[in-house]
């Protein structure tokens, strides 16, 4: 496949929706979006999504740590409550794959049931059937559960953890771009659904 970093690169190869698995904040849920929200709402602070320019945001935002540690709470343990938005045409798409092979997604963080919760409401009952849900807790062992369940290709918003599975012989990532991951990466990357849509499905 080409490589480029700073531009999106579709592979020219099809992937078989059953072979491509999601980590699910950056990619599928609307994590910035909601941070940048409550940040406004509940703290009376401005934040543009042009300034979370770092995975770990206390590394490029000069707000309290305390308030940011609140806000991640919410974003982990209440989701639904927060109204946490999908990323746009993510759940089109993530329905359109489920009626040709089940969904997998392989997240970091600690706590399971609460995304596991928002992932049924936003999918609908008959996409939800066919997802496979594992919180690892961990951004860096994600490979052991990506082979798990047969899958070759892997997308992250995290370029780190694209970086190690790189490192995999039989697992290709892929970025899905955002502020803090462009220009950090010499990897395959997407910008959209659609994208995503075209890699597995065709135009």
């Excluded at 849920?29 to 206390?58: G, M, N, Q, W």
């Excluded at 849900?133 to 290709?153: E, M, N």
């Amino acid at each position: 496949m080409p490589i480029q970093s700073n531009s999106s690169t579709i592979p020219t190869m099809k992937i078989a929706p059953g072979q491509l698995g999601f980590d699910i904040d950056g990619v599928v849920a609307d994590t910035s979006e909601a941070f940048i929200r409550l940040a406004a709402e509940d703290y009376a602070l401005e934040i543009h999504p042009e300034e979370l320019t770092d995975f770990l945001v206390e590394e490029c935002l000069t707000c309290s740590p305390k308030i940011i540690a609140e806000i991640f709470d919410r974003l982990l343990n209440t989701p639904l409550e927060i109204n946490l938005k999908p990323i746009p045409h993510a759940i089109s798409v993530l329905r359109e794959l489920a009626s040709k092979a089940h969904l997998t997604f392989i997240t970091a963080r600690p706590v399971q049931e609460p995304i596991t919760a928002w992932l049924e409401t936003h999918l609908g009952e008959a996409a939800f059937s066919r997802a496979r849900i594992v919180a690892t807790g961990d951004h860096d062992t994600k490979a052991p559960h990506i082979r798990r369940f047969g899958l070759s290709h892997f997308v992250d918003d995290r370029h780190l953890t694209c970086n190690r599975l790189a490192d995999e012989p039989d697992i290709t990532p892929i970025v899905y771009s955002q502020p803090w991951n462009r220009g950090r990466h010499n990897l395959n990357s997407v910008e959209s659904w659609p994208e995503i849509r075209r890699l597995c499905l065709g135009s």
